[in-house]
């Protein structure tokens, strides 16, 4: 694939091609970590997500559609047919572009995709493409059942393949959909293995303080301990109890 890709992007016009080339340069450097200030992250993701619109879009767009919010749905639940494609696939019909009278391949649409993601971040986070941010395009916002902002958006690293979860709607836009209820660490080579962060707070009344005191930590990745040996209670828990006593 490196060589057909090179020579479809040596094809692209001249402004397309300077703008894939330096896509393709960052992405061969990328470190991987999708944390929130890198700017690599956020090429990464602009690819993610212009290579469903590169690929599908002619086919079942436009965005407006039944058939396009019902694929960037099905994205979200199961291997979405967007990584399917990415992986191999390299005979796929959906690699053509309809709207134009000749035949691409994958390597083609691959080109036009490195270059619109680099298209997309100009309009999104400007032409400076070092001072990009994968947190300024991928945030957090928690919202009620009535769909009311209770707290957000907060800026926010990872996405639906790390272990730290934190997916988009693939095809659509970057804001996350879901978050850790719970992230649990246990390492059996510490005096206290068991170690844990909750995704928003200790209440579930959103007009307590105590609703939104771990939405900071958790984007920070600091955990609690949970002790186990009960000389390490009060550390953790305090010496403040409320006893339950049956009726009788």
């Known amino acids: 694939m490196a060589q057909p890709l090179k020579q479809a992007i040596e094809a692209l016009p001249t402004a397309e091609r300077a703008k894939a080339r330096e896509a393709l340069e960052r992405l061969m450097t990328f470190d991987g970590r999708l944390a929130t200030t890198s700017a690599d992250a956020a090429i ?54 309809t709207r134009t009278t ?67 709607s693939w095809g659509q836009d970057f804001n996350a959909t879901q978050v850790s209820a719970l992230r649990m660490i246990i390492d059996f080579g510490q ?20 609703y939104v005191n771990g939405i900071d930590p958790s984007l920070k990745a600091q955990y609690l301990s949970f002790p186990m040996q009960p000389q390490n209670f009060e550390k953790v828990y305090g010496k403040t109890r409320l006893t339950l006593t049956p009726g009788k």
């Open 44 to 97: 990464y993701e602009l690819f993610l997500q212009e290579s469903a619109r590169q690929i599908f879009l002619d086919k079942l767009g436009p965005e407006n559609s039944a058939s396009w919010k019902a694929f960037v749905s099905n994205a979200s639940l199961s291997y979405s047919a967007i990584a399917d494609h990415l992986l191999g696939r390299e005979d796929s019909p959906f690699w053509d572009d």
């Open 102 to 168: 000749q035949k691409e391949d994958k390597p083609a649409i691959l080109a036009r995709t490195l270059a619109a993601a680099i298209t997309t971040g100009d309009s999104q986070l400007g032409a400076d493409h070092k001072a990009w941010q994968w947190g300024k395009l991928h945030s957090t916002t928690w919202k009620n059942t009535s769909g009311q902002v209770i707290r957000g958006p907060f800026a926010s690293g990872g996405d639906h393949n790390t272990l730290n979860p934190a997916p988009y």
């Open 191 to 210: 005096v206290e293995p068991m170690m844990g962060q909750g995704g928003i707070g200790q209440s579930g009344n959103p007009a307590s303080p105590n």
